[in-house]
């Protein structure tokens, strides 16, 4: 069997297909649970945030088990294979055991290093393990993803990268002032009281927020978190907690809003936002004009090809032909020329003159050459005048959206007197985030796990057969000392065992140097055919071996039942 994973993420994916993939918990209970009954899979788990969506599998064919995955991934999603599959992922081996750890070390989140990542990664694996989906392979890797994570984030300052999305989106809204100092003072409402927007509540109350106001469906939630907040011993805000439909009375008095719940659709329009903000202004928002301004004469402005009287997009792919004048033109006609140059200068008198002869023509081509010839460029009328962006007044309310599919309306991006920040612009911003120095660090503690991982994976893949040959072994010392009882039955106790000791200690020193090789050899890259050989040299049943791998992996199931049990204790 082999470890492949099928999936899409922010890197991989545009948000408004991560938005409309989005998993509930019960299709990923489904989708577990048709995986394991599909034919390539025997185990399998679903790693869903906010930004990625990804199943994992021990699979016994590749190019079947992509297919399999796939088209579950789109089936359960509700997004058609067909526009999934250009957004899809795969990883195979080695390469998704380096996938899932460096995942788990923040090393491909969209803020690098936030460790909210190591929180779903175990709620994946005991979601796995209660439907009995994950086997000894999909608990060995999970675990062993925990413990990298854990040890990049204590070895190194990867930390130091970003520490959640809630973070960094608290840090797009107060562009560039320190949150604590934008913060202080302010009031606050967050939507839902899920793991998300708990962190969202408990990090503006350390801020330094004034009040926090808590809505949820589940009202009992909201006052449970409310009631954290203020009997915590690290913030002294004021924390309350409010039904859904006190949203919009909420959202007047606020200064910053935060969202994130599970709802499928949007938990607050453009229409109630503008709402809000009128109700606490006084005054009526303006909708932002994102349209581009004409230029004077009704003219467009230089640099744009609409109105030129050249071909420009054939001329620049045979010419060289820029529309800012910063190549030459050779051979173009004198008086197409001189009509762009009334273009650029945004003039509006046709120059075309009907009576230039040939010779005059050519003439002026001659002149412009020359004159690139010298100055290395062709001159200008005039450059265009700087574009003036309209000041937008201060923001009136601060909206971070952190849910996935999006809880705000991306209409509100262009209401005057509104800061949104959602996954899609946190997205770009990411992009342009500086890397922490400790990145190299954590990249190499990754490399390092998936080598110890590969090498712990290959042994164990070869115990089964050194655990049926060493059963084989004592089998046959078993019959040899009952046909030795037969032949000298007068042997006392003593002697009986000194004979069977003496044997038995003749075997183990016999197969104790070719098994503990066999091993070393098997952990090394490539050694996976060696328990084939000792199987083939020994004449091992493959029954009894697969019988030894079948009691280990309910061993491994019961210890990790019985861990479950005691953690509910």
């Given at each position: 069997m082999s470890l492949l994973v099928v999936g899409l993420s922010h890197r991989s994916a545009p948000v408004s297909v991560l938005e409309r993939a989005t998993l509930t918990a019960d299709a990923q209970v489904k989708l577990l649970q048709d995986t394991v009954a599909a034919e390539p899979a025997?185990?399998?788990?679903?790693?869903?945030?906010?930004?990625?969506?990804?199943?994992?599998?021990?699979?016994?064919?590749?190019?079947?088990?992509?297919?399999?995955?796939?088209?579950?991934l789109a089936q359960h999603s509700?997004?058609?294979?067909?526009?999934?599959?250009?957004?899809?992922?795969?990883?195979y081996e080695d390469r998704a055991v380096h996938h899932l750890f460096s995942v788990a070390c923040g090393l491909d989140s969209m803020v690098v290093g936030e460790g909210q990542i190591l929180g779903q990664i175990k709620?994946?694996?005991?979601?796995?393990?209660?439907?009995?989906?994950?086997?000894?392979?999909?608990?060995?890797?999970?675990?062993?993803?925990?413990?990298?994570?854990?040890?990049?984030?204590?070895?190194?300052?990867?930390?130091?990268?970003?520490?959640?999305?809630?973070?960094?989106?608290?840090?797009?809204?107060?562009?560039?002032t320190a949150v604590e100092a934008w913060a202080k003072g302010k009031r606050?409402?967050?939507?839902?009281?899920?793991?998300?927007?708990?962190?969202?509540?408990?990090?503006?109350?350390?801020?330094?927020?004034?009040?926090?106001?808590?809505?949820?469906?589940?009202?009992?939630?909201?006052?449970?978190?409310?009631?954290?907040?203020t009997e915590g011993d690290d913030t002294d805000v004021l924390a309350r907690a409010v039904p859904m439909d006190a949203v919009p009375a909420e959202?007047?008095?606020?200064?910053?809003?935060?969202?994130?719940?599970?709802?499928?659709?949007?938990?607050?329009?453009?229409?109630?936002?503008?709402?809000?903000?009128?109700?606490?202004?006084?005054?009526?928002?303006?909708?932002?004009?994102?349209?581009?301004?004409?230029?004077a004469g009704g003219l467009t402005p230089a640099g744009t090809d609409e109105g030129c009287p050249l071909d420009l997009s054939a001329v620049q792919g045979?010419?060289?032909f820029s529309v800012m004048g910063e190549a030459a033109v050779a051979g173009?006609?004198?008086?197409t020329l001189e009509q762009h140059a009334a273009w650029v200068d945004r003039g509006t008198v046709d120059r075309r003159d009907s009576r230039r002869t040939p010779e005059l023509e050519a003439e002026l081509i001659t002149a412009l050459a020359a004159t690139v010839a010298a100055g290395g460029r062709l001159p200008e009328r005039r450059r265009p005048e700087p574009v003036v962006e309209a000041p937008r007044p201060a923001p009136a309310l601060a909206l971070l959206d952190l849910a996935m599919p999006r809880d705000i309306d991306a209409a509100v991006h262009r209401l005057l007197g509104v800061?949104?920040?959602?996954?899609?612009?946190?997205?770009?911003?990411?992009?342009?985030?500086?890397?922490?120095?400790?990145?190299?660090?954590?990249?190499?503690?990754?490399?390092?796990?998936?080598?110890?991982?590969?090498?712990?994976?290959?042994?164990?893949?070869?115990?089964?057969?050194?655990?049926?040959?060493?059963?084989?072994?004592?089998?046959?010392?078993?019959?040899?000392?009952?046909?030795?009882?037969?032949?000298?039955?007068?042997?006392?106790?003593?002697?009986?065992?000194?004979?069977?000791?003496?044997?038995?200690?003749?075997?183990?020193?016999?197969?104790?140097?070719?098994?503990?090789?066999?091993?070393?050899?098997?952990?090394?890259?490539?050694?996976?055919?060696?328990?084939?050989?000792?199987?083939?040299?020994?004449?091992?049943?493959?029954?009894?071996?697969a019988a030894v791998s079948r009691a280990d992996d309910r061993d491994t199931s019961d210890s990790t039942e019985n861990a479950k049990n005691r953690g509910r204790q």
């Open positions: 025997t185990e399998a788990a679903v790693l869903a945030t906010c930004n990625r969506i990804e199943l994992y599998a021990d699979v016994d064919k590749f190019h079947a088990g992509v297919a399999e995955l796939s088209t579950l509700g997004v058609g294979l067909e526009e999934l599959t250009p957004y899809l992922y795969v990883h709620d994946a694996l005991a979601t796995a393990q209660e439907l009995h989906t994950a086997g000894r392979l999909l608990n060995d890797l999970f675990q062993q993803a925990l413990r990298t994570g854990k040890r990049a984030h204590s070895e190194t300052g990867i930390d130091r990268a970003g520490q959640s999305l809630v973070t960094f989106g608290l840090e797009q809204l107060s562009a560039g606050a409402l967050v939507i839902g009281a899920g793991s998300m927007s708990s962190l969202a509540a408990a990090t503006l109350a350390r801020a330094g927020v004034a009040e926090v106001v808590i809505a949820n469906r589940t009202p009992d939630r909201a006052e449970r978190l409310a009631q954290i907040l959202l007047t008095r606020a200064d910053v809003a935060v969202s994130c719940t599970g709802a499928t659709g949007l938990v607050l329009t453009a229409e109630a936002v503008a709402a809000a903000v009128e109700g606490r202004t006084g005054t009526p928002v303006a909708v932002r004009d994102e349209t581009p301004a004409p230029a045979a010419t060289g173009m006609d004198a008086a800061r949104l920040v959602d996954i899609e612009s946190l997205a770009e911003a990411s992009a342009d985030a500086p890397m922490a120095a400790d990145v190299d660090l954590v990249r190499r503690i990754v490399a390092d796990e998936v080598a110890a991982f590969g090498a712990a994976q290959r042994a164990a893949h070869i115990t089964p057969t050194v655990v049926a040959l060493r059963t084989m072994a004592a089998d046959v010392v078993a019959n040899e000392i009952a046909r030795l009882d037969g032949r000298l039955p007068g042997l006392d106790e003593k002697q009986r065992g000194e004979i069977t000791q003496t044997v038995r200690r003749v075997v183990d020193k016999l197969l104790h140097a070719p098994t503990v090789r066999v091993k070393q050899l098997a952990a090394e890259p490539g050694g996976a055919g060696y328990a084939d050989a000792l199987r083939t040299l020994f004449d091992l049943d493959p029954e009894t071996v």
